[in-house]
């Protein structure tokens, strides 16, 4: 949703704070999500499967 500009910068400030607790596929997964990309597309792109993308992504959603 690109509309709600603020809670994408506390999500990026609340991964760029924790950074070295977030792993590169991690951090691939959030940016893929951040661009608009659907999980299945997510977990093609990265070779995992949906589950994994959907409980990083839970996650996250968790942590903000």
Do not use: H, N, W
């Not at 959030?30 to 299945?40: L, N, Q, W």
């Amino acid at each position: 949703s690109c509309e709600s500009g603020g809670d994408f910068i506390e999500k990026s400030m609340t991964t760029l704070e924790r950074d070295e607790e977030v792993t590169p596929v991690q951090r691939r997964i959030y940016e893929f999500s951040d661009a608009g990309m659907r999980v299945p597309d997510i977990a093609r792109e990265l070779g995992v499967g949906r589950g994994e993308v959907k409980l990083i992504l839970s996650m996250r959603s968790s942590q903000a």
